[in-house]
């Protein structure tokens, strides 16, 4: 697998369009978004014998902030993922017609469209929005004709990542305001899907509101039972540090003063 290649490439100033959806309670409408830039890629380009294996289709994920087109005042964003079907290794150059040879007949179950639409189904809060989703085939003129392409597109809510250097740097109260927020948030995620990889970059907090949100489904994962709270929560989202290794987070600083630990030896 080479994850070095980038596929979705000069996508800065285009379109996509969606398509109205309006299967209960998806209702979604028609409606256009503009490409403004490029944040992300990661392809899975495969060999024919990782395909033999079963380990296709090759395909590549790309993530894009938009905002709607023709609305250059509108202050809305969002982030439109696009899953697409690539070549397979060394067939890039082949003509069109072998190359639509590879094209599959039904697309990949995304988990992250699957955690967005459950999330949506149970009217989870504490998720930014799904605001739409399409598929299409490829045209004659691109990588693989008739292989599928996925968009999901949802809001991008008031906030930033949480910064753990800035969050390590405030007073005890401040720290325990936010994560008194984040168990809150936390709890009312009973909605099927979590974040694969925990980390202070899922936890989207906007200061002047309050607000928090968690964020990355890409490779959600899925739970049938519901999630019973523990303070190890903590820990995996960068809250408080473990006895064993008081800077265990990149960035968080040394120096701060009010640093309290529990019977554990756990540093909050």
């Known amino acids: 697998m080479d994850s070095s290649i980038e596929y979705l490439t000069d996508l800065e100033g285009t379109q996509v369009t969606f398509d109205a959806v309006a299967e209960p309670p998806f209702e979604f409408p028609a409606q256009t978004w503009m490409i403004l830039e490029k944040l992300e890629e990661e392809s899975n380009r495969l060999t024919i014998e990782d395909i033999v294996a079963e380990l296709g289709p090759s395909d590549t994920a790309g993530k894009f902030l ?27 150059t082949k003509k069109a017609a072998i190359r639509g040879r590879q094209a599959v007949d039904t697309p990949p179950d995304h988990s992250e469209l699957i955690a967005f639409q459950t999330f949506t189904e149970l009217g989870c809060d504490v998720v930014p929005r799904l605001l739409g989703y ?11 004709p008739g292989g599928y ?30 994560r008194d927020k984040f168990r809150q948030v936390y709890e009312f995620l009973p909605c099927g899907y979590m974040p694969c990889m925990a980390g202070p970059s899922k936890i989207i907090y906007d200061k ?18 519901p999630q019973q709270w ?11 540090q473990p006895s064993d290794s ?23």
């Not at 987070?249 to 554990?264: S, V």
Request: net charge negative.
């Open 66 to 92: 938009c905002r709607p087109a023709g609305e250059e005042d509108d202050n809305r964003r969002a982030f439109l993922r696009i899953y697409q079907q690539i070549p397979i290794a060394g067939t890039e």
């Open 134 to 144: 399409q598929q299409r085939q490829q045209d004659h003129d691109e990588g693989v």
């Open 208 to 225: 002047s509101s309050g607000q928090m949100h968690i964020c990355g489904f890409k490779s959600a994962s899925p739970f049938d039972e």
């Open 149 to 178: 392409i996925t968009y999901i597109l949802w809001e991008k809510v008031p906030g930033e990542s949480l910064n753990l250097t800035g969050f390590w740097r405030l007073s005890f109260a401040d720290r325990q305001a936010i």
């Open 230 to 240: 523990d303070d190890v929560n903590y820990f995996q989202y960068g809250l408080i």
């Open 246 to 268: 008081p800077f265990y987070w990149e960035g968080t600083p040394p120096g701060t003063a009010d640093w309290i630990k529990d019977a554990n030896g756990w540093t909050w």
